[in-house]
């Protein structure tokens, strides 16, 4: 780390008014080489990530370039759950349902602190489905994937039940029966940089803010042309490209003279807004709307609500997305019909949407196109490298899809080690005895004087690696300014050192949800602080 090391926080943190003036400026390039890798992956999704770490594991040389921030688009913008998709089963997702639930419990032992079980509500008094065809389905969820430590569906009377509090009555005045099943809660984004961080741990270089602008075939390798943010443009080779580039994997295809083979990416855009919290407790519900769409309403953050996802074709070219004002009327028509609390869209806290680069099944309607992946590979020709593209996907399968690139890619690299990922915990997921709570205990006897809320918190975004972030630390102070929220310089800094942030949109909305939190202002302090650990860095 630059600043106040992981063994030793009581160095000195950069003031305010030092931040421009303590480091010099940047020094000049002094050279280039060629460097030669196994994988170069395109796209620092969940996908891209997950290829990387599992390849590394492997004993495979990888770059993985990402245009942007880790996680930058889809895959911080989903609605947050490792989940099989109950819902799937309508479309007879069998082996997608299946292979997500098995995945499902997988995960959750792999990252305990990012990753926890969560109960769902499924109120059946506005449900365009009959009772007996939800409880069938339900029934296959509980069955499909060999659950083993989730709880199965129970059936509840709302009215009876304190899971029913904070719900409408309906007809005749009663919240009637629901059903409640298991899933899991994520944080997307973290998920994806801590796939990133295992994949550099085991030798994988990951360069963010870098971008593919072309490749072209040399013999049997690919010469690959990449441009930084900053303008610096050098060339790698690679024996096999990985286009996991998501919304833009049509877009790579094209920057390296590859058609999609008839393949295509179907774009469809998914919103959610954040709520003052709608209703106590730590359940969720799924809302059955008259279009037979589902809407989930889910705890977060402590004092919000999250409501979401949408479902719309997207057919302007991928990037950043907004909810539009049709989505807002959609999902607040949806809360004020199950919950007794009316809102309005000045009652909308934040908002987020994403664009998910979906296979195209030529579905007709945007909710029914399969949420199932589709790997293309290329194989090697004398004159033509390998390409593996990959289509589609979902956040829980994501393992899986990595396990089943590395079966194509072990077809140019044989030597390749065999698959390791299924029972090894993501970094900070190695809690004694998977237990969170007991964690945070342990950490409360060792730093005493740190406020409790403070320890929770950095126990569930790092799990055990916020042990490098407390360090020597003993009271709050010692760990530099604090920037809002309980959000310190130590932490900052092991961001930019360990977890490739550079802006504060990296910190407050990705890395964590503290945009929600921290005063007005707080962006641009830590945007002046990171610039400056850049400068530093640079200047090395």
Partial sequence: MPFGSNQDTSAAFLSREDRMTACPPPSPATGMHVETYDLLIVGGGVNGAGIARDAAGRGLSVLLVEQDDLASYTSSSSTKLIHGGLRYLEYYEFRLVREALIERERLLAMAPH?????????PQSLSPRPAWMVRLGLFLYDNLGGRKNLPGTETINLDRSPRGIGLKPQKGKKRGKAFVYSDGWVEDSRLVVLNAMDAAARGARIETRTQLTQAQNENDEWIATLETKAGTVRQVRARMLVNAAGPWVDKVLGRIGRSNNNRGVRLVKGSHMILPRLYDGDHAFMLQNPDRRIVFAIPYEGEFTLI???????????????????????????VNRYFEKEITPSDIVWSYAGIRPLYDDHA?????????????????EKTRAPLLSIFGGKITTYRKLAEHAME?????????????????????????????DRFVADLSSR???????????LARAYGTEAIQILGAASVPADLGEDFGAGLHAAEIEYLFAAEWARTAEDILYRRSKLGLHVPPGTETEIDAYLSTLSRCVASL
């Fill in 114 to 122: 990012i990753m926890w079980p969560l109960r769902f509500v499924l």
């Fill in 308 to 334: 979401g996802t949408t479902d719309e074709p997207w057919t302007d070219e991928p990037g950043k997305a907004e909810i539009s004002q049709g989505e807002v009327d959609y999902l607040c028509a949806t």
């Fill in 364 to 380: 007709a309607d945007a909710s029914a196109v399969t949420r199932d992946y589709v790997l293309d590979f290329e194989k090697p």
């Fill in 408 to 436: 194509h890619i072990a077809e140019v690299f044989p030597t390749a080690g065999k698959a390791w990922t299924a029972g090894e915990p993501l970094p900070g997921g190695n809690l004694p005895g998977q237990d969170f």
């Fill in 447 to 457: 730093w005493p004087d740190m406020p409790s809320k403070l320890l929770r918190r």
